[in-house]
């Protein structure tokens, strides 16, 4: 269980480390990097890399971005087995739900209870 | 100077060099939100929940999370020190959702946040789902799901 958790830390960690380093040295804006993160998250699970990394390190990949991708394009396959093509256009925002709404959701909530703080992005 | 204390200095430079803090931020940072998310799901888990359905919740409570930090301006705080390392784990999509929507209250609740609410979340899902078709087409075509 814990060498779950280290797992999930290092893995995790380099996520960001790579990101860090493309917003540092390259021209990338962080919400290219977001865009970039999930295009490749769906990309390793296209490949069969993300299920495998998955097992190694669980929420080291999951809660990155590219979880998201993963998500999606595991979404995608399943649904196509389940009820075929269609599942082309209904796979990826159905495993792509929970993140979407609860962003949403809360992001509203959050808008209407507290008040805008002066900051930088 | 000799060779070895020059080398000794320049490595001191690069060590204090920005990038280099920035990566360290990141990897503690962004290391530790995963290291929660991976704690949380055991305790999912342990509390009964299924599998998938505790993957879910991670991602639910690191996002309830990340908002209300941006709500009460904490989460910016952290997001300058910790660079990437907030960013990239679910949490970053999510300030990246709370914070123009609080942003652009005054604008209005439906062309101030109903809008701007999608300025970041609506090209990572816009990318992230056009990726994931053309994968699905792919897939369907190669396993014959046309036929």
């Not at chain 1, 919400?31 to 769906?42: M, N, Q, S, T």
């Not at chain 1, 490949?47 to 190694?56: A, Q, R, S």
């Not at chain 2, 360290?24 to 599998?51: D, E, K, M, N, T």
């Not at chain 2, 993957?55 to 990437?84: E, Y």
């Amino acid at each position: 269980m814990l060498v779950d958790v280290l797992n999930a830390f290092w893995v995790g960690g380099l996520f960001c480390v790579l990101a860090q380093l493309l917003i540092d040295l390259t021209k990338l804006t962080p919400a290219r990097v977001l865009v970039f993160y999930v295009v490749l998250g769906v990309f390793l699970g296209a490949v069969g890399v993300y299920e495998p990394l998955y097992d190694f390190a669980g929420c080291g990949v999951s809660v990155p971005l590219v979880g998201f991708g993963g998500a999606i394009a595991r979404g995608v396959r399943e649904a196509i087995h389940t009820d075929g093509a269609i599942g082309i256009l209904s796979g990826g925002l159905t495993a792509a739900s929970v993140g979407t709404t609860a962003a949403l959701v809360f992001g509203y909530l959050a808008a209407i209870f507290f008040k805008s703080k002066p900051k930088r992005m | 100077m000799d060779q070895k204390h020059y080398e000794r200095r320049v490595a001191a430079r690069a060590a204090r060099s920005p990038v280099f803090k920035n990566c360290i931020a990141a990897f503690f940072f962004g290391g530790g939100i995963c290291a929660l998310g991976q704690g949380l799901s055991f305790l999912y888990r342990a509390l009964g929940v299924p599998h998938r359905t505790a993957a879910a919740l991670v991602t639910a409570s690191l996002i309830f999370l990340a908002a209300l930090l941006t709500g009460l301006g904490v989460f910016d705080k952290l997001a300058r020190i910790a660079g990437a390392g907030t960013l990239v784990p679910v949490t970053g999509f999510a300030n990246s959702v709370v914070s123009p929507a609080l942003d652009t209250k005054n604008e209005g609740l439906v062309l101030g946040v109903g809008a701007k609410i999608f300025t970041v979340a609506g090209p990572v899902l816009l990318f992230g789902t056009l990726a994931g078709c053309i994968y699905g087409v792919i897939y369907a075509v190669f396993y014959g799901f046309f036929l």
